[in-house]
């Protein structure tokens, strides 16, 4: 599988410090997108404020279906709910709505047959695809 790498949007606006610092010191977040039948799917998944200014989260690479529906159906939802971990005291809870891009370009096929993400570094961690979530 491969895809034309696109820079995802950016969000918007000026954020109020307490919702960057959700978005910076979250350890999970709910992935919402939708099937084909247009029902909504969610899922548990890591958040990462991308350095680009949008909102990244991965999927591995044996379960590939987050970032097909994200790549058919590009209207993606992250509710920010539970701050579990993030020594956060009683943050806001944050709904993001927005398009999703699949930025997948990097993977290529291993000897096996299987697909690999390039690392900058060995041991840096396990193929993944990652998506980027822009609001508005």
């Known amino acids: 599988m491969e895809s034309v790498a696109r820079p995802a949007p950016r969000l918007g606006g000026v954020l109020p410090a ?7 010191r979250s350890f999970v977040c709910e ?8 029902r909504p799917v ?3 998944v890591t958040p990462y404020a991308g350095r680009d200014g949008t909102l990244d ?7 590939p279906d987050k970032a097909e529906r994200a790549r058919r159906d590009p209207r993606v939802a992250l509710l920010y709910s539970d701050p579990a971990g993030s020594g956060l005291d009683r943050p806001p809870v ?3 709505q927005g398009r999703a891009a699949v930025r997948d370009a990097d993977l290529r ?5 299987t697909s690999a993400r390039r690392w900058p ?4 961690g396990s193929p993944t ?8």
């Open 18 to 24: 307490e919702v960057r610092q959700v978005f910076e």
């Open 31 to 38: 992935y919402t997108s939708l099937t084909r039948a247009g």
């Open 42 to 44: 969610t899922w548990p």
């Open 57 to 63: 989260v991965t999927t591995g690479l044996s379960y």
């Open 94 to 96: 944050v709904l993001v």
């Open 109 to 113: 096929p291993t000897p096996t047959g």
């Open 121 to 124: 570094r060995p041991g840096a």
């Open 129 to 136: 695809r990652r998506c980027s979530c822009s609001g508005g």
